[in-house]
Nanobody
Framework: QAQLVESGGGLVQAGDSLTLSCAASGRTFSGNMPGWFRQAPGKEREFVAVISWRDGSTDYLDSVKGRFTISRDNAKNTVYLQMNSLKPEDTAVYYC???????????????WGQGTQVTVSS
């Protein structure tokens, strides 16, 4: 069964950086559009970033553009989310999704990883 394993979360201060990783086992990202979502306490899960495994094209949530960068390593079957200039409002559990679709907005039916907590203190 396909599994996604996220890592790299933690507690940082505002302005710091973190890099999240999402490794796939039992499946590959090939041909898909993997990405990241996040969910803050009391809020709905929201799209953060997506990347085309085929050509590397990307899309981002407006509030993270210029600060976050999504990338992929085909050989390692891993997706990364480099997060710079972190803000307290970036605090959330970050989830990796294996394949995103776009119908008016980005969404995913899964599979999902277990999530990794990112906490940004002011």
């Amino acid at each position: 069964q396909a599994q996604l394993v996220e890592s790299g979360g933690g507690l940082v201060q505002a302005g710091d950086s973190l890099t999240l990783s999402c490794a796939a086992s039992g499946r590959t990202f090939s041909g898909n559009m993997p990405g990241w979502f996040r969910q803050a306490p009391g809020k709905e899960r929201e799209f953060v970033a997506v990347i085309s495994w085929r050509d590397g094209s990307t899309d981002y949530l407006d509030s993270v553009k210029g600060r976050f960068t999504i990338s992929r390593d085909n050989a390692k079957n891993t997706v990364y989310l480099q997060m710079n200039s972190l803000k307290p409002e970036d605090t959330a559990v970050y989830y990796c999704a294996a394949d995103l679709k776009y119908i008016g907005r980005w969404y995913s039916k899964g599979p999902w990883g277990q999530g990794t907590q990112v906490t940004v203190s002011s």
